[in-house]
């Protein structure tokens, strides 16, 4: 199968209109490319959605290394409500693997998010409201069983981190993450002064959104952050990459349960082997990939651990991006 190179498809992509940017860093250097109206070129800023939980990922890893939580702890042990038992207590590392048995949302934010708080479907879970939630809510299966998506479980291993951190979840990612890797521009609030370079989301028909607040969830998609700072979180797993985060990274990337078709699970990751899957997603070695998605933006993060490519697309509307990132990466390592 013929690969198309990064630039046709950049091209593309940039014939949608859509706020957007995309960044690639390979050996050889790092480049970015700007589509539609954005307030700051290739430095503007994005709602990441999802992708925001490697980072919560990284912090279990790492909290688990220095010894202040383990994999195997129970997540009831950090968290002011705990949540139904079904055969097990639910572990931290079933939290970050997508194997607790919890629902996608927690009990009553569907039909909320439907109707009263569709614009901002997350933001009256304060850590109250979010205790009564988890308390009402049922899993769907013992943890452990089967991969379930779950924003709910990976909200709570964020906020079970920063309890047992003794903070606030965006305290612990400016302590231990971002602020050591000098990020000034990935935070859950917009940075102080740069409000003005946060895109305007837009849903799937071009309407402007205003921001997700996802309050005591923030772990599971909460983080803001612009291209050049998720390139450089992606750069930890680059080879030679050195230090208690890049540790920590690699630890976040060990596959822990297979998915199918030579797709697998990490701490958050989903990890693509080398040589497997869809053909015309088949590459010659692993991948770790997340994407995301809130109201009114869509993202798309992924790095090849054995070269240090890595991909990121930012865009400021509700469409998917998932299938150009992942094309964008076979360009980068098959073309």
């Known amino acids: 199968m013929r690969t198309r190179t990064v630039e046709q498809l950049v091209a593309d992509a940039g014939g949608t209109g859509r706020p957007m940017v995309i960044g690639v860093r390979t050996p050889d250097g790092t480049r970015y490319w700007s589509r539609g109206p954005l307030p700051d070129g290739a430095a503007s800023l994005f709602e990441i959605g999802s992708v925001t939980k490697t980072v919560t990922a990284t912090l279990l890893a790492l909290l688990a290394r220095e010894g202040t939580v383990a994999y195997d702890d129970p997540a009831a042990a950090y968290l002011p409500a705990a949540p139904p038992v079904v055969g097990r207590p639910i572990t931290l590392a079933d939290l970050a693997t997508h194997h607790s048995g919890l629902p996608r949302l927690p009990s009553g934010l569907l039909l909320a998010g439907l109707t009263r708080d569709r614009r901002d479907p997350y933001a009256r879970l304060d850590e109250e409201r979010l205790a009564q939630a988890v308390r009402e809510t049922t899993p769907t299966r013992p943890p452990g069983e089967k991969l379930a998506y779950s924003n709910l479980g990976a909200g709570l291993l964020g906020l079970a981190l920063a309890r047992a951190?003794?903070?606030?979840?965006?305290?612990?990612?400016?302590?231990?993450?971002?602020?050591?890797?000098?990020?000034?521009?990935?935070a859950v609030t917009t940075p102080p002064g740069a409000e003005h370079r946060l895109v305007p989301g837009h849903g799937f028909w071009g309407r402007e959104t205003g921001r997700w607040d996802m309050a005591a969830l923030a772990g599971a998609g909460g983080l803001?952050?612009?291209?050049?700072?998720?390139?450089?979180?992606?750069?930890?797993?680059?080879?030679?990459?050195?230090?208690?985060?890049?540790?920590?990274?690699?630890?976040?990337?060990?596959?822990?349960?297979?998915?199918?078709?030579?797709?697998?699970?990490?701490?958050?990751?989903?990890?693509?082997?080398?040589?497997?899957?869809?053909?015309?997603?088949?590459?010659?070695?692993?991948?770790?990939?997340?994407?995301?998605?809130?109201?009114?933006?869509?993202?798309?993060?992924?790095?090849?651990?054995?070269?240090?490519?890595?991909?990121?697309?930012?865009?400021?509307?509700?469409?998917?991006?998932?299938?150009?990132?992942?094309?964008?990466?076979?360009?980068?390592?098959?073309?």
């Open 165 to 186: 951190a003794g903070t606030s979840y965006a305290g612990l990612v400016a302590a231990r993450v971002t602020g050591p890797l000098g990020l000034v521009d990935t």
């Open 224 to 335: 803001c952050s612009t291209a050049a700072d998720v390139l450089d979180l992606l750069a930890l797993h680059a080879p030679g990459a050195t230090g208690s985060l890049a540790e920590a990274a690699r630890e976040t990337a060990v596959p822990r349960h297979p998915v199918g078709s030579g797709l697998s699970i990490g701490l958050a990751w989903l990890v693509l082997a080398g040589g497997a899957g869809p053909a015309r997603f088949r590459l010659p070695h692993d991948v770790l990939w997340h994407d995301g998605g809130t109201g009114g933006y869509r993202s798309f993060a992924a790095v090849v651990p054995a070269t240090g490519a890595s991909v990121v697309v930012l865009s400021a509307q509700a469409r998917g991006v998932t299938g150009l990132g992942l094309q964008l990466v076979r360009a980068l390592t098959c073309g």
